[in-house]
Nanobody, 127 residues
Framework: QVQLVESGGGLVQAGGSLRLSCAASGRTFSSYVIGWFRQAPGKEREFVVGISRSGGVTYYSTSVSGRFAISRDNAKNTVSLQMNSLKPADTAVYYC????????????????????WGQGTQVTVSS
């Protein structure tokens, strides 16, 4: 089992940057695929980006590709999401999620594929 805690959200002007972190408990963090999702008011949750167990495989949604960068440090049990060139459309609660995975490195894009979720962190981008 793993517990996830997001941090780093806040208010930023359009064009600015934020760095989110997802800190995980447990000693088998490197066994988990990590995904970031977001949910804006009145909208469905959407996939943002995912990273495989070793970090060797990443997958970005088209809406953030080229602006966001995900990384992980398995020694520190953390995943970071660097968000640049932020837009008002990026305003949402951001969640990290984890799924224990074996076999070939992969990334999951569906929320229902993940077993553990953090409490979320609010990101607000003003125009």
């Amino acid at each position: 089992q793993v517990q996830l805690v997001e941090s780093g959200g806040g208010l930023v002007q359009a064009g600015g940057s934020l760095r989110l972190s997802c800190a995980a408990s447990g000693r088998t963090f490197s066994s988990y695929v990590i995904g970031w999702f977001r949910q804006a008011p009145g909208k469905e949750r959407e996939f943002v980006v995912g990273i495989s167990r070793s970090g060797g495989v990443t997958y970005y949604s088209t809406s953030v590709s080229g602006r966001f960068a995900i990384s992980r440090d398995n020694a520190k049990n953390t995943v970071s999401l660097q968000m640049n060139s932020l837009k008002p459309a990026d305003t949402a609660v951001y969640y990290c999620a984890a799924k224990n995975q074996v076999g070939p490195e992969t990334v999951y894009r569906r929320g229902e594929d993940y077993d553990y979720w953090g409490q979320g962190t609010q990101v607000t981008v003003s125009s």
